[in-house]
Nanobody, 115 residues
Framework: QVQLVESGGGLVQPGGSLRLSCAVS????????MNWYRQAPGKEREWVSG???????DYSNSVKGRFTISRDNAKSTVYLQMNSLKSEDTATYYC?????????WGQGTQVTVSS
């Protein structure tokens, strides 16, 4: 059974940093692309960043240059380092992957950027 568990969210001031983690089980982690999405209150869920099995990365324009995605295949964990946080980054953050044609999502971790 595939499971994704996010952690690391919290309350941070504008300009601050947080690192999110997503621990994955139930699949051969190193073989799969991992993505981070977020959803702010009243808004649609949006893609934030992705990392391929070969280590290549992609970012949405809204976070490029501020966020860094990485993976530790030995720990089956994907990370999202978020720097220079803005109020508009406030959202619930989810990690996700597609396994055997089905999407799997974690429960989400809340990030609130506020002074």
């Amino acid at each position: 059974q595939v499971q994704l568990v996010e952690s690391g969210g919290g309350l941070v001031q504008p300009g601050g940093s947080l690192r999110l983690s997503c621990a994955v089980s139930g699949l051969t982690f190193s073989s799969y692309t991992m993505n981070w999405y977020r959803q702010a209150p009243g808004k649609e869920r949006e893609w934030v960043s992705g990392i391929y099995s070969d280590g290549r990365t992609d970012y949405s324009n809204s976070v490029k240059g501020r966020f860094t995605i990485s993976r530790d295949n030995a720990k089956s964990t994907v990370y999202l380092q978020m720097n220079s946080l803005k109020s508009e980054d406030t959202a619930t953050y989810y990690c996700t992957c597609v396994y055997r044609g089905r999407g799997y999502w974690g429960q989400g971790t809340q990030v609130t950027v506020s002074s």
